[in-house]
């Protein structure tokens, strides 16, 4: 038994009480966990949320202007990260987990600072490889899957704005390093999956990289501005062949290991291959950007349709209905998201005439004030 | 990969765990039974949100080649096409499937954008134009109702805090450039009339599937609305006590119904209400970043304990 954080027998206890929510006897757990004490998703984004600006609020409060005040800050963070751990025997409950990191952070900063004076926080630079490292450490001493893939993700970028990779880049063809990086760091993590781990925070961590590397390293090799419907690409059409077979390749496994493991992540990763795929084609076919939107959204409909269809009855245990009655974070976005959907629809006030001004009238005809 | 089987038979072998229970959670843990059920959810939103995208554009560029009244034709019927699977599903007496609701879904959107792009060419209501969001709410609402489709009745809601001028993001709350009581006023206004027809659908049918979807509008237009009432004297004197009570009912709701999502909104909400309240009659940068510091701890404290208390529902 430790005292820093739970054995893998006590984690996988915090697991099934998780998995089984109210059903499982809070008795049944007694001297299972070691008593290790967690929360849920919501609570843990909030109070993981609280825990990071807790400590940004401190190191305001002892003062922005002197740089040994982030090592303090740093310091006093993590350490009463620390003291919830190890005495409240807190594991991921979100608020030693935002405290940790910002501490991580501040003093990974403070250690920059001390280093190289006037530090170069631009991309490829080893200030910059020093706070991902910070983050790293952090998410693997608090085996959080989120800040390790934000870790992993910004190395990622880190990687392809180096200056070897960019003369790499100029072989191969632009943004190409960082995307097969993304890409064979994410076939790693999809073959790493196959291993049975005692933890299950070992598994979700790679789960995680699994799920989102493929569309975080297209992002980077095509910038945000590809998914602007006026996106026009600007490789060659050996980089763009490049990337489709990448994403194709990539795409298929995740697809064929998600179904045979019955995993959600390689679904995920998959789908984030097909986003890519799409935007890839795009530049290949001359199409309106309207065209493209309403063609790549009426597949997608199309498809899950079909889906919903085929499994609507379980085959070989797949289905399409949900599996629980709990409500999740999905749930809340859905409804955001239809919110948010409804709200683009709705309709603009009437423009005003051409040389109309409203209440600019003096004695009569539109806009009249009744002054005059 | 992990499993905890082993730890499953244990309790079952226990007796800690029923027979029923026992075996659903193993064939999950197993991948027996496996749902593609949230991936299929993310293909179809993102099915709607580009066709409601690319529709956006073919309304702002063809205008002249296709003329206003063909764009509203047509828009119109692929709408009723959108809408065909739901009401055959209707007609046969089965429930919506996830790819039916979310084809319903993109049918109201298009009549929505349709009926916003009619009025805006032809002026149907002139000066009344603004009444047009209260048309869109009751009419998405009778969809929701007639299909049975949280979703529309989501697209419904928003279409109503549109029309109370809330345009449904939080940061309306601590907006500065105009009158935030006002907005308070409004956004609590539409929390009153969505809690009244809650009730009203509530006492209807009591097993409605909408309640959710009306009780986290409700919440967070009313916490939008006593935190704005919050950042200025003499509403000052109505906001904090109002929130003090969204904040204990949404906790309350929270520990009923073992859903932590209540307890989020009722300390977070109140811990971002009461800074607001404060941090603008406080002098210095150090105090007031000192008592947002310790407003912050208090809040994860609370939260943390009130987490404790509760149960969630099983799975």
């Known amino acids: ?372 | 990969m992990h499993t905890i089987e082993p730890e499953l038979r244990t309790l079952h072998a226990d007796g800690t765990i029923d027979d029923a229970t026992a075996a659903r959670a193993l064939a999950r843990d197993r991948g027996q039974v496996f749902s593609l059920h949230p991936q299929l959810r993310a293909t179809l939103y993102a099915g709607v949100l580009l066709v409601m995208s690319g529709v956006g554009i073919v309304l702002a560029r063809n205008l002249e080649r296709i003329g206003p009244l063909g764009i509203v034709l047509t828009m119109a019927l692929v709408a009723a096409a959108c809408a065909v699977p739901a009401v055959r599903a209707k007609r046969a007496g089965r429930a919506l499937t996830v790819a039916g609701e979310y084809l319903l879904l993109l049918a109201v959107l298009l009549g929505s954008a349709d009926l916003a792009y009619a009025e805006r060419q032809f002026a149907l209501l002139g000066p009344l134009w603004s009444w047009h969001l209260l048309l869109l709410a009751m009419v998405h609402a009778a969809i929701a109702y007639a299909f049975g489709s949280p979703l529309v009745l989501a697209a419904s809601l928003a279409a109503l805090a549109g029309w109370f001028g809330v345009t449904g993001t939080p940061g309306d709350a601590l907006h500065l450039s105009y009158s935030t009581p006002e907005l308070g006023a409004r956004a609590l206004a539409c929390a009153a009339v969505i809690v009244a027809w809650r009730y009203t659908d509530r006492r209807a049918q009591p097993d409605s599937r909408f309640t959710d979807v009306f009780d986290h509008f409700a919440a967070n237009l009313a916490f939008w609305g006593a935190i704005a009432w919050c950042r200025e004297w003499p509403w000052l004197a109505a906001g904090l006590p109002l929130l003090a009570t969204l904040a204990c009912a949404s906790v309350r709701r929270g520990l009923a119904t073992g859903r932590e999502v209540y307890l989020v909104y009722g300390v977070v909400y109140a811990a971002i209400g009461l800074c607001a309240a404060a941090v603008p009659h406080i002098h210095g940068t150090t105090p007031s970043l000192g008592f947002v510091l310790i407003v912050v701890c208090g809040a994860a404290a609370v939260l943390w304990r009130l987490r404790r208390r509760l149960r969630e529902p099983g799975p």
């Open chain 1, 1 to 372: 038994m430790s005292r820093w954080r739970p054995s893998p027998d006590e984690e996988r206890w915090l697991e099934v009480a998780s998995e089984l929510g109210a059903a499982l006897p809070a008795s049944a757990l007694t001297g299972r966990t070691g008593g290790w004490r967690s929360t849920g998703p919501l609570a843990r984004i909030a109070l993981f949320a609280l825990g990071f600006v807790a400590a940004a609020l401190l190191f305001g409060v002892l003062g922005f202007s002197d740089e040994t005040m982030l090592l303090v800050a740093g310091l006093i963070a993590t350490l009463a990260a620390e003291w919830l751990t190890v005495q409240k025997r807190l594991y991921a409950s979100g608020i030693e987990e935002g405290l940790c990191v910002a501490g991580f952070l501040m003093i990974g900063l403070w250690f920059t600072m001390v280093v190289a004076p006037g530090p170069d926080f631009t991309e490829g630079s080893l200030h910059v490889l020093v706070l991902i490292v910070a983050a790293g450490a952090a998410g693997l001493r608090r085996l959080n899957p989120f800040v390790t893939t934000c870790a992993v993700i910004t190395f990622v970028s880190w990687a392809g704005s180096t200056a070897s990779a960019q003369a790499l880049d100029r072989t191969i063809g632009a943004g190409m390093t960082v995307l097969a990086f993304g890409c064979a760091l994410a076939a790693l993590a999809l073959v790493l999956g196959a291993r049975q781990y005692r933890r299950p925070s070992h598994d979700r961590m790679l789960d995680w990289l699994v799920a989102t590397l493929p569309v975080a390293a297209y992002l980077q090799h095509a910038s945000w501005g590809a998914f602007d419907p006026t996106y026009a690409a600007s490789g060659t059409a050996t980089t763009r062949l490049a990337t489709v077979v990448l994403l194709l390749v990539l795409g298929a496994a995740m697809l064929t290991t998600g179904l045979r493991r019955r995993r959600h992540a390689p679904l995920w990763g998959f789908l984030g291959c097909v986003a890519g795929l799409a935007v890839e084609l795009r530049s290949s076919i001359a199409l309106a950007p309207e065209t493209w939107l309403i063609l790549c959204g009426l597949v997608a409909l199309i498809v899950g349709v079909a889906v919903d269809r085929y499994l609507r009855q379980a085959r070989n245990g797949l289905a399409s209905a949900s599996l629980t009655q709990r409500e999740g974070a999905v749930d809340l976005l859905q409804i955001a998201g239809t919110a948010l959907l409804a709200k683009r629809t709705a309709p603009a006030p009437p423009p005003a005439e051409p040389g109309f001004e409203p209440g600019g009238g003096r004695f009569g005809g539109g806009g009249a004030t009744g002054g005059y």
